[in-house]
């Protein structure tokens, strides 16, 4: 089992950055993806970036190479960090986590969400 912790949002201005952060918890060695999505009031939750146990990324064609997904291994946290911030990046950005558990079981575990605000 795995448990997540969202932190980082707020509100910024156009044009400005923010670090998103989610802490994982538990069995973390089953992680095999990462996923930051996000979310809107009225609309569907959309896939933003996906990090792979090897370290590979993919990132939705919205945030065409202004959002950067990581990791620091040794605090067994992923990061997004998010520049050039655009007022439709507004929404309730959320961490899922995809695992691989005994009896080759399959999880997934979603943070609480965290509020980012782009406005003048």
């Known amino acids: 089992q795995v448990q997540l912790v969202e932190s980082g949002g707020g509100l910024v201005q156009p044009g400005g950055s923010l670090r998103l952060s989610c802490a994982a918890a538990?069995?973390?060695?089953?992680?095999?993806?990462m996923n930051w999505y996000r979310q809107t009031p009225g609309k569907q939750r959309e896939l933003v970036a996906t990090?792979?146990?090897?370290?590979?990324?993919k990132y939705a064609d919205f945030v065409k190479g202004r959002f950067t997904i990581s990791r620091d291994s040794t605090k067994s946290t992923w990061y997004l960090q998010m520049t050039s911030l655009k007022p439709e990046d507004t929404a309730v950005y959320y961490c899922k986590a995809d695992t691989i558990e005994a009896l080759n079981r399959f999880g997934t575990y979603w943070g609480q969400g965290t509020q980012v605000t782009v406005s003048s």
């Open positions: 990090m792979a146990a090897g370290g590979s990324t």
């Open positions: 538990g069995s973390i060695s089953g992680i095999y993806d």
